[in-house]
């Protein structure tokens, strides 16, 4: 079929940049596989148990960056042991053995290690760029490796990681010969840090355009950075606490108006309202802002904040802004493109918190709202089928009412029809997360519409298996279900197994499937990897088929049984 | 609910089910979150009804129905979690006030060490309220590059530098601060 000389292909395959795509392309013919594979670059591996490190070094010699993803997404809500699993730890090893020559490494819910996060300094001469969301495992001595082993270290980009912090001299580990800094976000280590240090970093590095600073760098040190560093485009503060009426204040507010180039904005972990007129200047041509870690900014400060932001195009808040400030939002934010409303007290009686008519007034002020994260008071099927039609564009939206099973706040109905609307009239939805009272019914919308959806997560909705069977039938592109506190068994879980080949995994906790079930699941489907997994304290696998398993996690795996899992992982 | 049916005879799922609503009303609208989700599927209380109020085991172990907290509910990050900080003026407890002296003024000053989250608030705040700048830390040598050194006693009466051990340590084992001057200061950040 090769009408063109190698060269030529590897040169249009060059043009083709998503994963998908290449993976099409690999499976047009042999010659065409060979070719893609050499010339490949970027590898995407969604579920780290899926291939094995072997494999990837064997097909893809030319690998430069490797994003890897470990534990289920239901890890991030304390629904998985600690110690499941996903590993960082052999992937390291076997690419330091081979001649691979990393340069990027994108992390997503991995366990990682020090030992791991020193050998990778140490192994891969070019290495640029560490990203590091939700991992685990490691110490402020793993970075300062990365710090001093690293000598082309382009980004360091740590977000929400949980990190044993040995404090303040990691940052004092990047040689003094390093100017090639890009991007550093060290916002979620809790420790001190040596400010001189960090000033002296950013003094050398003139390509500095991302820094995240932590809760422990104070305002006059962000004031002394951004004089030198004016030409910073991603901003995240540490603690911005001062007296306005200082003279380091006064310093700040100069800096900022030199700041032309600020394009997005976050942190203020410590903030005293009275100094965010400082940060007006920038506000005009922000374009992401992330208050969602400042309970202290509300009320007037925070709305008249908002005003001054009309290019942006992604807000993260806290529900302290309420319904009123979401109206603000509205009238102002008009490129608005993603929202998401954090709850300020996610177990209390939310008196600040959001309710629908915030949500309805986002729709019809910011009609090209296209992702919603929402955690609201309450919610009503009008509502929602407001926002259907205001807002078609839908590809992310996920709903979360804070109690559980609530019905619709009005008439008291199940929120169906709402969730409904927003899937027919969202055509291009491939996102959805649903919550408050739910039938069967709502599932029975949700196969019959949402054609493009690939991820699902479902909890404390549904009335029988008929609720999953929808969802499986119908959604051709499904390709993660994660479920919690649904009455769905055997009967849903085992009509079609063949389905699960399609898809990344299948997660299902506290339903009513059992044993039995998944172990005919296992031994039909042997491409799959079932795992029941136990709570640590309960050691026992009681052997009747009959019982209901607490956890269960399918995925689809080319490598067969991971031989990593711990003593409370059963792997059927 | 078809799933009724199962869980009257099976494991009892109704003691960590979720139910709304007053004890005997419809089980439609009774799905009440009562509980803490066990790790646990108690085995004790096979025998009570499904239809009788199931939440006697479980106020014993919650509050008020509607605020029990479910497992991994709301599913929010446990890093978002963890770090929610409450505004400062609701914090609890009385504030630990430390008297602040500082060589060569003519009356002390008091300070809550509450109101702050770590040393470069604490030090701001000295800064501002004696007007002095103090000099950057570091372990080795302690705050070089001006002539006054923040000193604190501590529970064995010692006075120690600031800033030598993590924040929280500190916060508690504070008596009083001292911020020396002059070559009393040098000496103890030159020194070992």
């Excluded at chain 1, 291939?51 to 064997?58: F, N, V, W, Y």
């Excluded at chain 2, 005997?24 to 009804?49: C, F, H, I, M, Y």
């Excluded at chain 2, 003024?105 to 705040?125: C, F, N, S």
């Excluded at chain 2, 002059?182 to 020194?191: D, P, V, Y």
Aim: hydrophobic share 35%; aromatic share 8%.
């Amino acid at each position: 079929m090769n009408y063109f000389p190698d060269e030529v292909l590897e040169h249009v395959f060059d043009f083709i940049s998503s994963h998908k795509d290449r993976n099409s392309v690999s499976l047009v013919c042999k010659s065409w596989y060979k070719i893609e594979r050499f010339s490949r670059q970027r590898v995407f591996i969604g579920n780290c148990y899926s291939i094995s490190p072997d494999r990837l070094i064997a097909r893809f010699p030319g690998l430069k960056s490797l994003t890897l993803k470990g534990k289920p997404h239901f890890a991030d809500f304390n629904l998985v042991p600690h110690d499941w699993g996903g590993f960082l730890d052999p992937w390291i090893r076997a690419l330091a053995k081979s001649r691979i020559g990393l340069e990027e490494l994108r992390l997503k819910r991995m366990v990682v290690s020090d030992e791991s996060l020193e050998l990778l300094s140490k192994s891969f001469l070019n290495f640029k760029s560490l990203v590091l969301v939700s991992c685990e495992g490691f110490t402020t001595d793993g970075i300062a490796a990365i710090a001093a082993n690293c000598r082309f270290l382009r980004e360091l980009d740590l977000q929400e990681n949980e990190v044993d912090d040995h404090r303040g001299h990691w940052l004092s580990c990047f040689p003094e010969s390093c100017t090639s800094l890009v991007s550093l976000n060290f916002a979620c280590l809790k420790g001190e840090i040596n400010l001189g240090a960090l000033e002296r970093l950013v003094v050398r590095s003139p390509n500095l355009k991302s820094l995240r600073l932590n809760r422990a760098v104070p305002l006059d040190t962000l004031q002394k950075i951004l004089m030198r560093a004016p030409q910073v485009v991603d901003l995240g503060t540490g603690s911005y606490v001062h007296d306005p009426s200082s003279e380091v204040y006064n310093k700040l507010k100069s800096a900022f108006q030199r700041c032309k180039s600020i394009r997005s904005l976050s942190g203020f972990l410590e903030v005293a309202p009275r100094c965010m007129s400082a940060i007006y200047p920038i506000c005009t041509n922000l374009t992401f802002l992330n208050l969602s870690y400042a309970p202290g900014l509300h009320g007037n400060e925070l709305t008249k904040l908002i005003q001054h932001c009309r290019k942006l195009q992604r807000l993260w808040i806290l529900d302290c802004i309420g319904d009123k400030g979401l109206g603000v939002v509205a009238s102002t934010c008009k490129e608005l493109q993603e929202l998401r409303v954090f709850p300020s007290d996610p177990y209390g009686a939310g008196n600040a918190a959001v309710t629908e008519e915030g949500l309805v007034l986002i729709s019809a002020g910011c009609t090209k709202l296209n992702s919603l994260l929402y955690f609201c008071q309450q919610m009503t099927n009008a509502a929602l089928i407001t926002v259907a039609k205001n807002c078609p564009n839908f590809i992310r939206f996920r709903l979360c009412i804070l109690d559980p099973i609530k019905p619709d706040a009005v008439t008291n109905q199940p929120l169906d029809e709402g969730f409904g609307a927003i899937v027919q009239s969202c055509k291009g939805l491939k996102r959805l997360s649903l919550s408050g009272l739910l039938t069967d019914q709502v599932f029975l919308y949700i196969g019959m519409y949402a054609e493009q959806l690939e991820m699902l997560s479902i909890a404390f909705a549904g009335d029988s298996d008929k609720g999953m069977l929808y969802v499986l039938n119908g959604c051709k592109k499904l390709r993660k279900l994660e479920i919690r506190d649904c009455p769905f068994g055997n009967a849903a879980l085992l009509e079609d197994v063949g389905k699960y080949e399609t898809m990344r995994s299948l997660w299902m906790s506290s339903c009513e499937v059992t044993l039995g079930g998944c172990k005919t699941l296992a031994e039909k489907m042997p491409s799959l990897s079932v795992e029941i997994i136990n709570d640590t304290d309960q050691m026992e696998f009681s052997l009747d088929d009959r019982q209901k398993v607490e956890k269960m996690y399918l995925y689809r795996t080319l490598v067969g049984h991971r031989e990593d899992a711990p003593e409370f992982v059963w792997i059927l | 609910m078809e799933g009724s049916v199962a869980y009257e005879n099976d494991l009892n799922l109704k003691a960590t089910e979720l139910r709304l609503g007053l004890p005997g009303t419809d089980e439609r609208e009774e799905q009440s979150v009562s509980n803490v989700r066990n790790k646990k599927r108690p085995l004790q209380d096979a025998d009570e009804e499904f239809g009788a109020n199931g939440k006697s085991d479980a106020q014993n172990e919650t509050a008020p129905p509607a605020k029990a907290q479910i497992v991994g509910w709301p599913p929010i990050r446990s890093y978002r979690k963890n770090n929610f900080q409450p505004k400062k003026s609701e914090s609890d407890g009385p504030g630990i006030y430390v008297k602040v002296s500082m060589d060569g003024a003519p009356y002390l000053r008091k300070i809550d060490l509450k109101v702050y989250t770590g040393y470069a608030e604490l030090l701001q705040a000295l800064e501002n309220m004696f007007k002095f700048t103090i000099g950057e830390y570091s372990e080795r040598e302690g705050y070089k590059g001006s002539d006054y050194a923040p000193t604190y006693e501590d529970k064995d009466g010692d006075w120690m530098l600031v800033g030598d051990v993590p924040w929280d340590m500190f916060v508690t084992s504070c008596k009083r601060l001292r911020i020396m001057k002059g070559s009393e200061a040098r000496g103890l950040g030159g020194g070992v």
